[in-house]
T-cell receptor, first 113, second 110 residues
Framework: KAGVTQTPRYLIKTRGQQVTLSCSPI?????VSWYQQTPGQGLQFLFE???????NKGNFPGRFSGRQFSNSRSEMNVSTLELGDSALYLC????????????FGSGTQLSVL | KQEVTQIPAALSVPEGENLVLNCSFT??????LQWFRQDPGKGLTSLLL?????REQTSGRLNASLDKSSGRSTLYIAASQPGDSATYLC?????????FGTGTRLKVLA
């Protein structure tokens, strides 16, 4: 069974640009959540999607957005990039998003110059 | 507001030692607690999931306990090996999201 796949693995962007990250969950998993990991703030919840609907959202500015497609694949978009957006972006999938284990992808390392 | 703390931040032990990693949280209203392992530059791997109604879970050399009333969980690793070297994070599930601790960076020396 394939794991959670995130693409691309690395990204380098400049301030003001926008970026789209992709996440393919484990087959059959309907919940996809996104996290930002930085050395200073640790792992922080961005948002969760379930059946193409955003179910929950963390405390991030509106520049961070996402969506989920009918096959449960998810994308997250960051517009008007800032230096502080440099981080490892992780997505995780689970069956229903309640009381099950989370399965993480390897992440996308975003560097904003 | 839920806060999750992990102590110690870093730990270095010789191979073969039994060790305990600690996780504390401030709000006992949780659905579950998960322990994860993260290797450098990689994603997280779920090790153990403890439901709020459970007291402990075991998998191989790993045992995790949960005491909701005191806001504590421990991860016990028996007979540590160099391959156990990684960062270990705990996360508690609240109403709608997981709150993660900052992790314990473990190094097991051969």
């Amino acid at each position: 069974k394939a794991g959670v796949t995130q693409t691309p693995r690395y990204l380098i962007k400049t301030r003001g640009q926008q970026v789209t990250l992709s996440c393919s969950p484990i087959s059959g998993h309907r919940s996809v959540s996104w996290y930002q990991q930085t050395p200073g703030q640790g792992l922080q919840f961005l948002f969760e999607y379930f059946s193409e609907t955003q179910r929950n959202k963390g405390n991030f500015p509106g520049r961070f957005s996402g969506r989920q497609f009918s096959n449960s694949r998810s994308e997250m978009n960051v517009s008007t990039l800032e230096l502080g957006d440099s981080a490892l972006y992780l997505c995780a999938s689970s069956l229903e998003g309640f009381n099950e284990k989370l399965f993480f992808g390897s992440g996308t390392q975003l560097s904003v110059l | 507001k839920q806060e999750v703390t992990q102590i110690p931040a870093a730990l270095s032990v010789p191979e073969g030692e039994n060790l305990v990693l600690n996780c504390s949280f401030t709000d006992s209203a949780i659905y579950n607690l998960q322990w994860f392992r993260q290797d450098p530059g990689k994603g997280l791997t779920s090790l153990l999931l403890i439901q709020s109604s459970q007291r402990e879970q075991t998998s191989g050399r790993l045992n995790a306990s949960l005491d909701k009333s005191s806001g504590r969980s421990t991860l016990y690793i028996a007979a540590s090996q160099p391959g156990d070297s990684a960062t270990y994070l705990c996360a508690v599930k609240g109403t709608y999201k997981y709150i993660f601790g900052t992790g314990t960076r473990l190094k097991v020396l051969a």
